[in-house]
């Protein structure tokens, strides 16, 4: 079982790629079923101790692993029991159920058990569970007191984390190879539980993984302020949005923070304050400008954000400058770009999503020809070159006014320090989700701004 963070993301299409890939090398379905059976079997026998375990199988090759898992908890002498909605369908899974000789119970009357193994349906789901499955699935489920889902949980969809209908919480579920978008985006994700990879043998590359923990050494030993990078914050109608990202690109390591268009000394005094005019914006040493947060949308607000992509520093568009600008406008600029729009924004900026967000992140990035910080409870990375990540489930307290703010600051921060764009902005995204983690429940966006200086050590 091994955790997620880092690891790869494949589609439903993507993983019968890499298990066809196998499968010509020489490897067979069934060597890949038993593989993935024993793995299940072993993480069950781990998790669910001496406790009954009553294994729910479907009639294609998820169904397969159920029983493949089954006929090996019942060799390691553990209590266990099947129940089917029918006969399984594929080769593999007809090889499969050959191997376990206990009975197969009705599924619409098996009686309960304390650990139920939900392999209905896996990556091969396209619609939602039949009622009298569904029913059983969610009776069963309640009556368990630990549920844990083969690949996925029976009745998501595994590309764009649609749920078709009732599905229940699982505590765990075991992805097979390789984690699927499903594990990460919602709905589907809070279905999931802990996610855990169980590895069978085969490569599975990708061009989208889940975000992991970045690099966040200390400064060199001959760092000065400008060679940790110096945040140019724009100020707009909102003062306090502005004010709350620079104070995030201060916590979150620049080594030279300046708010552009205030001019009154005011806490924190780290925080230089300057006239918003052409000689601040050519200043060659800022390494990242943020504009958006608290902008407004008015004639002030536009003539900002000209003056702004008139420059050519790397650029972070958050919050109302989103409102402000095209793709069109945006993709012929030569320096970094990173966007970092919320549902809302995106939909004003590109349209309303179209499949996965996953999908509509890819394409929005070669669009815009920037990095795209998809944010939400499952915010998505994209960069034009087609490399995605996805960052796993983060504190639901984020949803505080303000929070997006500080966001967009910690991403210009590491912007400015040097990192390429994508890499920024994975590593703005798990900061600021790991101050959050650390801060617990009720917190306000000042609080983070300023936890995220704890989150890097
Ligand atoms: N990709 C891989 O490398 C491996 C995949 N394995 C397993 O294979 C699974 C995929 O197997 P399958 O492609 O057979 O798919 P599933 O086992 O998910 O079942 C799909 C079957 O059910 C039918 N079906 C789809 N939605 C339905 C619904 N709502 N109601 C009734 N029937 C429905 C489909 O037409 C198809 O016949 C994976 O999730 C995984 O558990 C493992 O056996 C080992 C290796
Ligand atoms: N339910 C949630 N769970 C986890 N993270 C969330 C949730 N809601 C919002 N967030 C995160 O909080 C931030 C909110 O940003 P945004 O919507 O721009 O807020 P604001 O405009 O108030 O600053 C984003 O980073 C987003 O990913
Ligand atoms: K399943």
């Not at 997620?4 to 090398?25: C, F, K, S, Y």
């Not at 009705?106 to 499955?133: I, M, N």
């Not at 390429?420 to 650390?438: I, N, P, T």
Request: proline share 6%; charged share 15%; net charge negative.
């Amino acid at each position: 079982m091994i955790p997620i963070a880092g690891t790869p993301v494949l589609t439903a299409a993507e993983m019968r790629a890499a298990e066809d890939a196998a499968i010509a090398a020489g490897t067979s379905v069934d060597t890949l079923m038993q593989r993935a059976g024993a793995g299940v079997a072993d993480a069950v026998r781990r998790l669910a101790g001496v406790n009954d375990v009553l294994i729910l199988c479907g009639p294609g090759n998820n169904g397969g692993d159920g029983y493949v898992a089954a006929a090996r908890l019942h060799a390691a002498g553990r209590s266990v029991r099947v129940a089917a909605s029918g006969e399984p369908r594929t080769p593999a899974a007809i090889a499969a159920r050959a191997l376990w000789t206990g009975a197969v119970e009705p599924l619409a009357t098996a009686a309960p058990a304390p650990v139920l193994v939900d392999a209905l349906f896996g990556t091969g789901l396209s619609r939602a569970l039949d009622a009298e499955t569904g029913a059983a699935l969610g009776r069963l489920a309640r009556q368990a007191n630990l549920t844990i889902a083969v690949d996925v949980p029976s009745g998501v969809a595994t590309d764009d984390g649609t749920v078709f209908g009732e599905v229940p919480a699982f505590h765990v579920t075991l992805a097979l190879g390789a984690a699927k978008p499903a594990h990460l985006l919602q709905p589907a994700a809070a279905r999931c539980g802990t996610v855990r990879v169980i590895p069978i043998g085969i490569p599975t590359d990708s061009a989208t993984q889940i975000l992991a923990r970045p690099d966040l050494t200390a400064p060199p030993v001959d760092a000065h302020k400008f060679t940790r990078g110096m945040v140019a914050v724009v100020r707009g109608r909102m003062a306090g949005a502005a004010q709350l990202a620079a104070s995030a690109a201060m916590h979150a390591g620049a080594g030279y923070v300046t708010l552009l268009g205030a001019t009154i000394p005011s806490a924190p005094h780290a925080l230089v304050r300057r006239r918003l005019d052409a000689e601040a914006l050519a200043d060659p040493r800022i390494g990242a400008l943020l504009i958006g947060p608290g902008l407004g949308r008015d004639d002030d607000a536009c003539a900002s954000l000209e003056q702004a992509l008139a420059t050519d520093h790397p650029l972070v568009v958050d919050g109302d400058a989103l409102h402000l600008v095209t793709p069109e406008r945006l993709c012929d600029r030569h320096a970094p770009l990173i966007l970092t729009p919320h549902a809302g924004e995106f939909a004003a900026l590109f349209g309303a999503p179209a499949g996965s967000k996953l999908a509509a992140a890819r394409d929005a990035a070669v669009r815009a020809q920037a990095t795209i910080v998809f944010k939400g409870p499952d915010t998505v990375i994209a960069a034009p070159d087609g490399h995605a990540i996805i960052a796993g489930e983060a504190n639901s307290w984020l949803s505080t006014a303000g929070s997006g703010d500080v966001l967009a600051g910690a991403i210009a921060a590491l912007l400015a320090g040097g990192r390429r764009a994508l890499d920024a902005a994975a590593a703005g995204v798990w900061l600021h989700g790991e101050a959050a983690r650390r801060l617990g429940p009720a917190f306000i966006a000042d609080d983070l701004a300023v936890a995220l200086a704890g989150a890097r050590a």
